[in-house]
T-cell receptor, first 112, second 111 residues
Framework: DAGVIQSPRHEVTEMGQEVTLRCKPI?????LFWYRQTMMRGLELLIY????????DSGMPEDRFSAKMPNASFSTLKIQPSEPRDSAVYFC??????????FGPGTRLTVT | GENVGLHLPTLSVQEGDNSIINCAYS??????FIWYKQESGKGPQFIID?????DKRQGQRVTVLLNKTVKHLSLQIAATQPGDSAVYFC??????????FGTGTRLQVFP
């Protein structure tokens, strides 16, 4: 089991550019979560999916953020346009039903 | 990972001693709790979980205690090792499938 896979691991981009983060959940898991971690706010839930359907996106900061899950093995988190305050580590996690989340290694995003 | 907060509490223990990390949770209706360990540059890693119908659960070198009366959760690590050095987060499931994480405690193990 390769665990949750995220790409890229590091992303450096300029303000105003579009950023796309990718996630492959663990096969068979029916829940997928996107989290953001910063020094000031800790680990925040942005959005989660159940069986590829977005269930709760109340944590998405604003309209610049969007997430999709076109199939059970792939999800994207997109930021357009990106801003310096979006700099953070973004984690994808997956789980079976109400079980504990398995986290990916994260994508460290730096927006200059 | 970005887990160094300005006010992240730190617990320093000597190798071989037992560690106790505490967590106060917010919602009396929470029915599921998890402890995660996060090492620098990595994602949170599951350690142990407990449901609200239990007050204690043991794993390998770790024990979680749940006190619903005062909404308190603790993680006990026996014979702490240098590899246990990390930030530890408690998480509670408050509704549906939402899991809310605490701010974390940094555990430092010195020889």
């Amino acid at each position: 089991d390769a665990g949750v896979i995220q790409s890229p691991r590091h992303e450096v981009t300029e303000m105003g550019q579009e950023v796309t983060l990718r996630c492959k959940p663990i096969s068979g898991h029916d829940y997928l979560f996107w989290y953001r971690q910063t020094m000031m706010r800790g680990l925040e839930l942005l959005i989660y999916f159940n069986n590829n359907v977005p269930i709760d996106d109340s944590g998405m900061p604003e309209d610049r953020f969007s997430a999709k899950m076109p199939n059970a093995s792939f999800s994207t988190l997109k930021i357009q346009p990106s801003e310096p305050r979006d700099s953070a580590v973004y984690f994808c996690a997956s789980s079976l039903a109400l079980g504990a989340r398995d986290f990916g290694p994260g994508t460290r995003l730096t927006v200059t | 990972g970005e887990n160094v907060g300005l006010h992240l509490p730190t617990l320093s223990v000597q190798e071989g001693d037992n560690s106790i990390i505490n967590c106060a949770y917010s919602n009396s209706a929470s029915d599921y709790f998890i402890w995660y360990k996060q090492e620098s540059g990595k994602g949170p890693q599951f350690i142990i979980d407990i449901r609200s119908n239990m007050d204690k659960r043991q794993g390998q070198r770790v024990t979680v205690l749940l006190n619903k009366t005062v909404k308190h959760l603790s993680l006990q690590i026996a014979a702490t090792q240098p590899g246990d050095s990390a930030v530890y987060f408690c998480a509670e499931k408050i509704s549906g499938d939402k899991l809310i994480f605490g701010t974390g405690t940094r555990l430092q193990v010195f020889p």
